[in-house]
């Protein structure tokens, strides 16, 4: 059975780019939110879903519109725990999926922006975190287009950056590629230790 090591971090804090160093370094990685887009897409399970339950978040080819989603969850408070309590089911039969493909992998790296907040933290033998400064977090979000109002409405919906970095194992500073980088090579190092 495969050493199932999580990686999550707050928006902006480089996860997905730390995940590609994953697997630069030959570690299966299972993206959560690539899976989200996938089964969002026309005729997919989550897209049915939330067609049933948003029927103005589906654009007119069957897929999900992430905007009008976003805008119908910042009108409705409880329209989040309704769509989470219909796709996380999709996502971890998803994620069971690839676990069975990968079974005799050595490492397998679960990329997962709500590790902690879904409590999928409990499938993992170990859990990385990605963290940078607040400022350059900051930076990163607001360079991609996103507005400040937006971003103050994910961060409230995540565990805070330093609760997560106290319940980590690993913590993989993003302030620099080469940073990221190297520490991405120490956490594995350590991993093939424990597991020789």
């Known amino acids: 059975m495969s050493f199932r090591l999580g990686l999550t971090g707050s928006i902006g804090m480089g996860k997905s780019t730390t995940a590609a160093m994953f697997a630069d370094e030959g570690v299966p990685v299972w993206d959560a939110d690539a899976t989200v887009h996938r089964l969002y897409a026309p005729g997919q399970p989550a897209a049915l879903a939330v ?18 989603l976003r805008d119908i969850i910042a009108a409705d408070p409880a329209a989040l725990d ?52 607040p400022e350059v977090q900051s930076e990163r979000v607001l360079s991609r287009g996103m507005g400040e109002d937006a971003f103050a409405l994910i961060l409230s919906r995540q565990m805070p950056d ?7 194992d690993y913590i993989i500073p993003t302030t620099s590629l080469d940073t990221a980088r190297a520490a991405v090579k120490d956490v594995l190092a350590d991993i093939s230790r424990r597991i020789a």
């Open 51 to 68: 067609g049933r339950l948003f029927p103005g978040a589906i654009d007119p080819d069957g897929a999900v519109n992430r905007p009008w």
């Open 162 to 168: 330093a609760e997560k970095r106290a319940r980590a």
């Open 82 to 133: 309704r769509l989470n309590a219909a796709v996380h089911p999709l996502v971890a039969k998803d994620r069971a999926g690839f676990l069975a493909d990968h079974a005799k992998d050595r490492i397998v790296l679960l990329d997962i922006p709500l590790l902690f907040e879904t409590g999928a933290d409990a499938a993992c033998d170990a859990v990385a975190v990605v963290t940078a400064p």
